[in-house]
């Protein structure tokens, strides 16, 4: 894996975070709750931090090490970790 490929998931992830942070501004948990076209919104960008995220080098992972790794990479598999009250639709 380049340093190339590295840098493309590392953007997709920023992007994601940045598309979470439009979909979420002026909104609450209530919202997600109450919104399913929202939640599913940022639902999908979480899966693709964590997609990303799993497809990054371990050399990228170790030049951070104070990220949570461990809690990211399970993003792509299961996205309640990330929102554990994401199933009240």
């Given at each position: 894996m380049s340093n190339l490929d590295d840098a493309i998931r590392l953007r997709h992830m920023r992007d994601a975070v940045q598309e979470i942070r439009v979909f979420i501004t002026g909104h609450n948990r209530e919202d997600l709750?109450?919104?399913?076209?929202?939640?599913?919104?940022?639902?999908?960008?979480?899966?693709?931090?964590g997609e990303a995220a799993s497809r990054l080098s371990q050399t990228c992972r170790d030049c951070a090490p104070a990220l949570p790794w461990k809690n990211v990479l399970p993003l792509v598999d299961s996205t309640e970790?990330?929102?554990p009250w994401a199933h009240y639709h």
């Amino acid at each position: 894996m380049s340093n190339l490929d590295d840098a493309i998931r590392l953007r997709h992830m920023r992007d994601a975070v940045q598309e979470i942070r439009v979909f979420i501004t002026g909104h609450n948990r209530e919202d997600l709750k109450n919104n399913r076209q929202l939640l599913l919104a940022v639902v999908k960008e979480i899966e693709i931090i964590g997609e990303a995220a799993s497809r990054l080098s371990q050399t990228c992972r170790d030049c951070a090490p104070a990220l949570p790794w461990k809690n990211v990479l399970p993003l792509v598999d299961s996205t309640e970790a990330a929102l554990p009250w994401a199933h009240y639709h």
